[in-house]
């Protein structure tokens, strides 16, 4: 049974701030990995997506991954009050065509 | 392209009723989902399609449920008889899945069917 597991939150910073996000999975075969938004009464959408070891950024966010230690966080710097989402973890496996998804992670920014 | 397209938006049908959700997926996508969204149980896989052929439909609740894929540019999931507990938001999700290491393999969801049986 394959598992991505991310604290469901909420999680609340000031406008301005670092928010980190952390998603942990099971599947120590898993090599591609995602990060979802998905606004209140929305679809998700893809902001993220990494595949090897380290950061990588892009724009006020950056997504850090460390298969060693199974886990793939996503850092938002200066948040903003529109960053107020939840945001889905998402792991596949080389093996697979199927992407496993967290249950997603609450932020929300306060002015 | 106008991305993933689903109907209806909004559903609310009596409890019994059959309901059929539709889906359009983008074009040149060979890689078609289904997914339910609940509070309870967040975001689970229902069944998913490659190249128009059912893969994996062991998300699938019951037998209440199915799912087709006529050709490359349409699917449909019907649900007969439909029952409360299927209230959920119900989404359709396409992409150029493959294996391995892919740029390609991200989704693309479309902007969900909400469904509410009574």
């Known amino acids: 049974q394959k598992e991505v597991e991310q604290n469901s939150g909420p999680l609340s910073v000031p406008e301005g701030a670092i928010a980190s996000l952390n998603c942990t999975y099971s599947?120590?075969?898993?090599?591609?990995f995602f990060w979802y938004r998905q606004y209140s009464g929305k679809s998700p959408e893809l902001i993220m997506s990494?595949?090897?070891?380290g950061d990588k950024e892009d724009g006020r966010f950056t997504a850090q991954l460390n298969k060693a230690s199974q886990y793939v966080s996503l850092l938002i710097r200066d948040s903003q009050p529109s960053d107020s989402a939840t945001y889905l973890c998402?792991?596949?496996?080389?093996?697979?065509?199927?992407?496993?998804f967290g249950r997603g992670t609450s932020l929300i920014v306060h002015p | 392209d106008a991305g993933v397209i689903q109907s209806p938006r909004h559903e609310v049908t009596e409890m019994g009723q059959e309901v059929t959700l539709r889906c359009k997926p983008i074009?040149?996508?060979?890689?078609l989902f289904w997914y339910r969204q609940t509070m309870m149980r967040g975001l689970e896989l229902l069944i998913y399609?490659?190249?128009?052929?059912?893969?994996?439909d062991s998300g699938m609740p019951e037998d209440r449920f199915s799912a087709k894929m006529p050709n490359a540019s349409f699917s449909t999931l019907k649900i007969q008889p439909s029952e409360p507990r299927d209230s959920a938001v119900y989404f359709c999700?396409?992409?150029?899945?493959?294996?391995?290491?892919?740029?390609?393999?991200?989704?693309?969801f479309g902007a969900g069917s909400r469904l509410t049986v009574l």
């Open positions: 999700a396409s992409s150029h899945l493959g294996r391995g290491l892919s740029g390609a393999n991200v989704l693309t």
């Open positions: 599947d120590r075969g898993s090599q591609s």
């Open positions: 990494i595949y090897s070891n």
């Open positions: 998402a792991v596949k496996s080389g093996g697979s065509y199927i992407p496993t």
């Open positions: 074009s040149g996508h060979n890689s």
């Open positions: 399609f490659n190249n128009n052929v059912p893969i994996d």
